[in-house]
């Protein structure tokens, strides 16, 4: 009896340690329709392969990761009103389906990306390769935009972040591009700490002067004035990479290209833009509205997927006129 319950027992070790052997392979190929396995071999759905880094874990083994698709993500619960006063940093991202993040990303993230950031007043989605946030998303409500806390401008590097995987703040000194606030900080400094989190260097990419302190600083002057008129926003910013880019510092990558999406979650319809890297004036703002359905093609990514697929076919496709 003492002969058979030792083999039970490291039969039962040994299945424990193939299950927790697995790589975790849900942020590889994000833009590419997620992971399937092709010929035996793990690769990304629309056929190409896997990221260097993603076959270093081991995920192009098929049978050897734990792929989860964006088919086989569980839809979370919609809850828009939620506010939580849960601010802890979340350190590795966590299944998108349990992902909420203070009501930030009530109507699901778009894409699981490297690593998923909660802060108070707002998440991200960090890309690793780029060592730049591919998409942040931030909740706005009057109360939430109309709160002043003074500007401190002390950047910071996340420490939350894997050291390999960080921006610093060398790596933008000389670069001659601004350190352009995905969410900025006038947006979110409803309390000092919201405020203080976004100067940290993942709501942070290179941006050209003549856009982060002129078209862009409007943008979010624009969103600000029209959560006071419609009471609440739900809003992804984020980049793209359309051709070749610059590379600046220790390979933090310079999109060609930036986005907003703003979801009116009262009126249920939708205005997206799609910028340009270059100069660009208050002016030009309304020469690069798009649709939703645009900027998710461009983007490979899927804004507001936890909608009812009705009222998300029909805010995504229209064109809006400048709100």
């Not at 006038?186 to 989190?197: F, G, I, K, L």
């Not at 799609?274 to 309304?286: E, N, V």
Request: glycine residues 6%.
């Amino acid at each position: 009896m003492k002969k058979r319950s030792l083999l039970f027992l490291i039969l039962f070790i040994f299945s424990l340690t193939a299950q927790t052997s697995h790589a975790d392979c849900r942020g590889c190929c994000s833009r590419h329709g997620g992971v399937a396995c092709i010929d035996n071999i793990t690769k990304c759905r629309d056929g190409s392969d896997l990221s260097s880094k993603c076959r270093a874990k081991g995920c192009n083994k098929c049978g050897a990761s734990l792929v989860q698709t964006p088919q086989e993500t569980a839809k979370a619960p919609i809850a828009e009103d939620t506010t939580s006063s849960n601010t802890e940093n979340v350190a590795a991202a966590p299944p998108s389906s349990q992902f909420y993040c203070n009501g930030h990303v009530a109507f699901g993230i778009p894409s699981p990306e490297d690593q998923l950031l909660c802060r108070e007043g707002y998440a991200v989605g960090y890309d690793y390769d780029k060592k730049i946030p591919a998409w942040v998303a931030y909740r706005l409500t009057p109360a939430s935009v109309n709160q002043k806390f003074e500007r401190s401008n002390k950047f910071k590097e996340d420490t939350d972040i894997p050291p390999e995987y960080r921006s610093t703040l060398s790596d933008y000194r000389g670069s001659g591009y601004d350190r352009g606030h995905m969410v900025a900080s006038a947006t979110v400094d409803s309390s000092h700490n919201a405020m203080m989190e976004s100067f940290l260097l993942s709501n942070i990419t290179p941006q050209l002067p003549g856009l982060n302190r002129q078209g862009w600083r409007y943008l979010e002057s624009y969103i600000r004035d029209w959560t006071n008129e419609r009471t609440r926003l739900y809003v992804v910013t984020g980049v793209l990479f359309e051709g070749d880019h610059p590379v600046i510092g220790n390979g933090v990558h310079v999109p060609t290209h930036f986005y907003k999406v703003v979801y009116d979650a009262v009126s249920q319809d939708a205005i997206a833009f799609i910028i340009p890297h270059g100069k660009i004036s208050k002016a030009d703002l309304p020469g690069f509205i798009v649709s939703v359905d645009e900027v998710e093609m461009r983007s490979g990514l899927d804004f507001n997927n936890l909608l009812d697929n009705a009222i998300e076919d029909d805010i995504e496709d229209d064109v809006e006129d400048m709100w």
